[in-house]
């Protein structure tokens, strides 16, 4: 110490955190530290428990959204995160330490713009994603996910965990949960409505159990018999076929509201016919290609297509509190980290029911 002299401290103060992380498209990702700010003010920091393995964190890890947002390395994915209030700042009024928490696919935005004054912090132009994003306190390049021991984020970004969900079902909620949740409130998915969900992967199976709440008539359009049982199970009412066009046919001019989870090449016009007049299509899947639409399909029955991402904080705690009210939480296969490099092969081929889920406590045994 150095008496009578106040040094200034030029660079943000910061701790490390062991992670996960990929250095290349090429590379596995592996064990890590890296660096998180002290909480400023307005901060929490959170020690994770779970993150749920989204295809997004695949998709990135691998750089394959080149064009849209290209990778910067090393990158730390996983924005379905769940775990314990550890410190708060001096200013931070909404949690408290030991709170169970959750950090979705956001952890900042302008907080200016139409859209956040809106609660739709998730179509701001200015948008700080949890992982890949430019960081504005500079910690590092860029921002760091949750494969990782502990995330610092502002709290209005940080949500509160209804005490009776599974931490570690509860996880999925954040990205695969929102993401189908959202549009099926906003298209008025109700008791007494018609409501289709195409495939039956991470997106469809909570699809399923949302429509299934919401109190419609719940159809899952799946290429796999084998997965029948278990679309029944989920809560659908019927299951299609789809590659069955009779049984196709049967449901023509029918539908309110179809979500379609499909990310492979598929043939979307087949399910905007299935739609009644004013009936919405809504894309949460994100093809790479683009898809061919029959203007027909839609000018008959002046039906719409539309697309969906995520939702807002306020509309993620609804959807928080709609789980814990109905008791859904992700079907989940909880993994250590050690094994997220085998479970990203296992999830291109679908062979998963129908979450993966790292236990976080396995972060430290490498
Ligand atoms: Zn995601
Ligand atoms: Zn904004």
Redesign the pocket.
Same mark, same amino acid.
């Given at each position: 110490m150095f008496s009578g002299k106040t040094n200034t401290i030029t660079s943000p103060a910061m701790f490390e955190t062991n992670a996960y992380a990929a250095s290349s498209a090429s590379s596995p990702l592996e064990s890590t530290s890296i660096p998180r700010r002290d909480p400023t003010d307005r901060d929490v920091q959170v020690e994770i428990l779970f993150c749920g393995i989204c295809h997004s964190d695949l998709h990135q890890v691998r750089n394959e959204w080149a064009d849209a947002m290209p990778t910067v390395y090393p990158i730390v994915p996983g924005h379905e995160i769940v775990g314990r209030v550890t410190k708060v700042g001096s200013a931070v009024t909404r949690h408290q330490l030991g709170d169970l928490v959750a950090v979705g696919c956001l952890v900042d935005?302008?907080?200016? %713009?139409?859209? %956040?004054?809106s609660d739709l912090?998730n #179509? %701001?132009?200015? #948008?700080t994603m949890t992982f890949n994003s430019p960081d504005a306190h500079e910690t590092a390049p860029i921002t760091y996910g949750g494969y990782s021991g502990s995330i610092v984020v502002d709290e209005h970004f940080v949500l509160p965990v209804p005490g009776n969900l599974d931490p570690a079902g509860a996880a999925p909620l954040l990205c695969a949960g929102i993401t189908t949740y959202s549009p099926m409130r906003r298209f008025g998915v109700t008791e007494g409505k018609k409501v289709g969900v195409v495939g039956l992967g991470g997106l469809g199976h909570m699809g399923v159990k949302f429509a299934h709440a919401f109190g419609a008539h719940t159809v899952v359009f799946t290429t796999s018999p084998s997965k029948t049982e278990d679309a029944l199970r989920l809560g659908a009412d019927e299951v299609v076929l789809s590659r069955d066009t009779g049984e196709m046919d049967k449901h023509a001019g029918s539908f309110d509201f179809i979500l379609d989870t499909v990310v492979a090449e598929h043939d979307v016009n087949a399910y905007l016919n299935l739609l009644a007049h004013d009936g919405t299509l809504t894309l949460v899947g994100a093809p790479d290609k683009p898809i061919p639409i029959s203007a027909f399909a839609l000018l008959m029955g002046r039906r719409k297509l539309a697309g969906s991402l995520i939702g807002g904080i306020a509309e993620t705690q609804e959807m928080l509190g709609f789980c814990s009210e109905h008791d859904i939480t992700a079907d989940v296969e909880v993994i250590p980290i050690q094994k997220v490099n085998e479970a990203y092969e296992r999830m291109l081929k679908s062979d998963v029911k129908y979450r993966f889920c790292i236990d976080m406590a396995s972060l430290g045994a490498d």
């Open positions: 935005s302008d907080r200016t %713009c139409p859209q %956040c004054k912090e #179509l %701001c132009p200015n #948008l």
